[in-house]
């Protein structure tokens, strides 16, 4: 894959990209690309990296797999493009946001705002074919993913890691909660919203993390 990873992190997963099955895993999505419609556009697989350069994160949100429909997806988690529907599991978010801060919900569901005030908005597989959720997984991509985790987690402190859904609690459980912050609470898909999700106060609990250690605050 002819794409490029923004140079902080490149320097951190080099390791990862030398390794036999990122190499396997390469050939597979090249290979996908030609025979498939896949989501992203090749050139956003590392988006969520590019515009949240490793020394600016303060906050991760985990996410699955990207979205499958046409248009969606440009490789942040729970992000759609400019002009798109709000996908339900981002419609509740938005509805969190609103009861726990009073944001009112944005004209876009375009999360870039977010990433560029150091938010990694990371799915655990960074690809998808059209139509096909989960048609990526376990072919390396979740491998590369705990790789980014680890290093944040390893190497910053204060970090504030959101966990929404058991997929996401299961791909943080190392993180060490002593050094950063931990939220997780259930997947605010509609079929598990109404068990945890709305009223976890994520938004504010956060922002209050991020001023206590000295950080901006996340305008939501």
């Not at 597979?28 to 989501?39: A, D, G, M």
């Not at 997984?137 to 987690?153: C, H, K, M, P, V």
Request: net charge neutral; hydrophobic share 35%; charged share 20%.
């Amino acid at each position: 894959m002819n794409v490029q990873i923004e140079e902080s992190w490149k320097k951190r997963l080099q390791p990862e990209f030398e390794k036999d099955y990122f190499h396997a895993l390469t050939e597979f999505v090249r290979n996908e690309y030609t025979q498939h419609r896949i989501f992203p556009p090749g050139r956003l697989i590392f988006n969520a990296f590019n515009l949240c350069p490793f020394d600016r994160v303060k906050v991760v949100i985990i996410g699955q797999d990207p979205y499958h429909g046409p248009g969606q997806a440009h490789g942040l988690c729970f992000s759609v493009n400019d002009g798109i529907p709000f996908p339900p599991s981002l419609v509740n978010i938005f509805k969190e946001i609103k009861a726990d801060t009073g944001s009112e919900p944005p004209a876009t569901g375009n999360l870039t705002r977010w990433a560029e005030q150091g938010i990694l908005l990371l799915n655990a597989t960074l690809t998808v074919r059209a139509h096909q959720a989960g048609s990526h997984q376990n072919r390396g991509w979740e491998t590369f993913t705990d790789a980014a985790i680890r290093s944040l987690a390893e190497e910053k402190e204060h970090l504030v890691f959101i966990l929404w859904g058991s997929y996401a609690q299961r791909k943080g459980a190392f993180i060490n909660r002593s050094r950063h912050l931990v939220l997780t609470s259930a997947h605010p898909s509609p079929l598990s919203a109404y068990n945890g999700f709305f009223g976890n106060k994520h938004f504010s609990q956060t922002n209050e993390y991020l001023k206590a250690h000295g950080e901006s605050e996340i305008v939501w």
